[in-house]
């Protein structure tokens, strides 16, 4: 009995740490969601730029030709 006692203590223990791992990496999946947004955020304002450039750079080989 005392062994078997022993092994759920055991396995308990091992359950509070890897919940306590869960939540560590809950957190950090948050901080690099919200990082992950505020860099989209940034790239969309480039994107249209790209494009208008792009259209612009069409515009004047048409030009040429």
């Known amino acids: 009995i005392r062994d078997r ?5 055991n396995k308990e223990k091992r359950i509070s740490e890897l919940r306590m791992k869960a939540k560590e990496l809950e ?3 948050f901080v690099l969601d919200y990082k992950y947004k ?3 955020k940034e ?6 730029q790209i494009i208008h450039m792009k259209e612009q ?3 004047m080989d048409e030009e040429l030709q």
């Open 38 to 40: 505020e860099l989209k």
């Open 57 to 59: 750079i069409k515009e």
């Open 43 to 48: 790239i969309e304002p480039k994107e249209t």
């Open 5 to 9: 006692e022993q092994t759920i203590d």
């Open 27 to 29: 957190k950090i999946k």
